[in-house]
């Protein structure tokens, strides 16, 4: 199975040499040995796949840009969801690839009046989506200020939380889509939050940092699995 890798954003500089680029998280948190390839295209410098169907799944990252702003690529990632849902394509969002892929299916994305959400975060299980099950609770790592406010049509939420209502959604059998991000490991958090104190209050950084020294990276094993499980259901090759 051949999965794209669509990358809205890379790594800050100070991190790519311990981290690598972006596309190293989302290979690593897959697995080499559940898909035979990926490919990556990087939308934020204007590279896309000619066609939804030159992968058999796609992945959105995360970014530091908001969904909002008027950038051309954007729009034109924004016209290769529309098109990938329309011909159902697996797809996978998280972070600013949750928020955009609900933007550009008819829901509403913006900047929270609650702040920052940072650190190992807590939510509730609303619907079963295998493995999780309704009622349970699933902790994962988080950092964004943007969130979706209202789910485009179609989607049903799987979980959320009173600070973000909307955090992990679906729709039908081909779109999964993350507030949080597990594709992110603690010493990656780490240093993340660090640099954010030059953004975020501090106190609030020392809390995320302190959350993650309580829960490491939560549920992020559930997480994966969760992924793995969603692309290997739609295997096709």
């Given at each position: 199975m051949?999965?794209g ?11 790519l040499?311990?981290?690598?680029t ?10 080499e040995d ?5 490919k990556?295209?990087?939308?934020y410098?204007?590279e896309?796949?000619?066609?939804v169907?030159?992968?058999?799944g796609?992945?959105?990252s995360?970014?530091?840009t908001?969904?909002y702003?008027?950038?051309?690529w954007i ?7 529309v ?11 998280i972070c600013?690839g949750?928020?955009?892929i ?6 509403d994305v913006k ?10 975060k ?8 295998p493995?999780l099950?309704?009622?349970?609770h699933?902790?994962?790592i ?7 406010l209202?789910?485009?049509?179609g989607?049903?939420?799987?979980a959320?939380?009173?600070?973000c ?8 059998d081909?779109i999964?889509t ?15 939050a660090?640099?954010?104190r030059?953004?975020?209050?501090s106190t609030?950084v ?18 994966i ?13």
């Amino acid at each position: 199975m051949k999965i794209g890798i669509l990358l809205c954003d890379e790594h800050h500089p100070d991190s790519l040499d311990e981290f690598g680029t972006y596309d190293n998280d989302f290979i690593a948190m897959l697995g080499e040995d559940h898909f035979s390839e990926f490919k990556v295209w990087r939308c934020y410098l204007g590279e896309f796949p000619s066609s939804v169907f030159d992968c058999d799944g796609w992945v959105f990252s995360g970014s530091k840009t908001s969904v909002y702003e008027l950038e051309s690529w954007i729009d034109d990632t924004c016209d290769f969801i529309v098109e990938a849902d329309r011909q159902k394509r697996s797809m996978l969002g998280i972070c600013f690839g949750h928020q955009i892929i609900h933007m550009a299916l008819g829901g509403d994305v913006k900047k929270s009046d609650k702040g920052w959400g940072v650190g190992v975060k807590l939510f509730s299980v609303l619907e079963e989506y295998p493995p999780l099950r309704k009622d349970q609770h699933i902790s994962l790592i988080v950092v964004h200020q943007d969130q979706v406010l209202r789910k485009a049509n179609g989607f049903k939420l799987i979980a959320g939380s009173g600070f973000c209502p909307n955090a992990i959604t679906a729709k039908g059998d081909h779109i999964l889509t993350f507030q949080p991000h597990p594709e992110f490991t603690s010493p990656f958090f780490r240093q993340l939050a660090e640099r954010l104190r030059q953004k975020a209050d501090s106190t609030l950084v020392d809390l995320a940092l302190a959350s993650l020294d309580k829960c490491g990276e939560g549920d992020r094993p559930l997480a994966i699995s969760m992924i793995q499980d969603f692309f290997l259901r739609h295997k096709i090759s």
